[in-house]
């Protein structure tokens, strides 16, 4: 059973441009989270989503930024013209069922590198 | 709102030590607590979690955790390091079943000497 699958593991952008990310979860995991991690800093919620639906975006910029995941395929997280300051890593969780019953399982991420 | 402390960013210790990290939570709600360990350049690894029931909680590569609610904390604990131990460690906590999300604390990055 293949774990979380992020894609790519390093991403360059020149500023303005959109950085698309994106995340098979598990196989049987219909619940995905994203995050973001800072250097010096914990990782940070954004987004939660089950398929089709996104649950919880309380922690996602209100601009440029969006996330998905459809009936088929991967989740998307999108940045829209990317600043430098969204240099970071985003880490995708997938898990069976709300993050509180069980374990959430990480991919491994994809640096985002804005230049 | 939730809240993760994870008290000092780096512990050194040497092989052989006991291995002490520290975290307090903040909940309005009975909490789900979790330890994750992050290696240079991988994903997060749950190493252990607390749900409900035995306050004590043992997980992977002899770690373990208590859960103390007068104290509000979840220490993580492994009573001898060794040199595989080093990576950054992350407390997160949860609402309970209801929770729609993992509040991760800051991380503490352990080092081991020899």
């Known amino acids: 059973n293949a774990g979380v699958m992020q894609n790519p593991r390093h991403l360059v952008r020149r500023r303005g441009q959109e950085a698309r990310l994106r995340c098979s979860p598990m196989?049987?995991?219909?619940?995905v989270y994203w995050y973001r991690q800072l250097p010096e800093e914990g990782l940070k919620f954004m987004v939660y989503?089950?398929?089709?639906?996104?649950?919880?975006e309380s922690g996602m910029p209100k601009e440029r930024f969006s996330a998905e995941f459809p009936k088929e395929g991967p989740s998307i997280l999108r940045i829209q013209q990317v600043v430098r300051g969204d240099s970071a890593a985003y880490f995708c969780?997938?898990?069976?069922?709300?993050?509180?019953?069980?374990?959430?399982?990480f991919g491994q991420g994809t640096r985002l590198t804005v230049v | 709102a939730q809240s993760v402390t994870q008290l000092g960013s780096h512990v050194s210790v040497s092989e052989g030590a006991l291995v002490l990290l520290r975290c307090n939570y903040s909940s309005s709600v009975p909490p789900y607590l979790f330890w994750y360990v992050q290696y240079p350049n991988q994903g997060l690894q749950l190493l252990l979690k607390?749900?409900?029931?035995?306050?004590l909680v043992k997980g992977i590569n002899g770690f373990e955790a208590e859960f103390k609610k007068s104290e509000t904390s979840f220490h993580l604990t492994k009573p001898s390091a060794h040199m595989s131990d080093a990576a950054e460690y992350f407390c997160?906590?949860?609402?309970?079943?209801?929770?729609?999300?993992?509040?991760f604390g800051k991380g503490t990055t352990l080092s081991v000497s020899s």
């Open positions: 196989k049987g995991h219909s619940h």
């Open positions: 969780a997938s898990s069976p069922d709300r993050v509180g019953f069980g374990e959430a399982f």
């Open positions: 997160a906590v949860s609402e309970g079943q209801a929770g729609t999300a993992l509040i």
């Open positions: 989503l089950q398929k089709e639906n996104i649950i919880d």
């Open positions: 607390y749900t409900t029931g035995a306050t």
